[in-house]
């Protein structure tokens, strides 16, 4: 978080995430097909999910850290930001 960024919103943003990283919170994302970071929350506990549904065709359970992606830098993040602005927000 930038200099941009108020006391009060980076609180929000810290809270926000500690919600999202909760165990319940986690386990209800697998079904929307996101991994989660969680360790006790496996990907294939559930036989609904799009992790089981989809294992035959090739799916890991668990993704090897060499193809994991990187976080893009906070310069990606300001010119995804400054499009959204400029090209969604202003609608």
């Known amino acids: 978080m930038g200099p ?4 009060t919103e980076k609180n929000a943003a810290l809270e926000f ?3 999202l990283l909760t165990k319940d919170v986690q386990t209800k994302a697998v079904n929307y097909g996101l991994r989660p970071v969680h360790a006790e929350v ?3 506990a559930d036989s609904n999910s799009l992790f089981s549904k989809w294992k035959k065709q090739g799916v890991a359970e668990v993704v090897p850290q060499t193809s ?3 976080s893009p830098g906070r310069d ?3 010119a995804l ?5 400029l090209n ?3 609608r």
């Open 68 to 70: 994991r992606m990187q």
């Open 42 to 44: 496996s990907v294939m």
């Open 88 to 90: 969604i927000a202003k």
């Open 76 to 78: 990606v993040l300001q």
């Open 81 to 85: 930001l400054r499009w959204f602005d």
């Open 4 to 7: 941009e960024t108020t006391a």
């Open 17 to 19: 995430e500690k919600y």
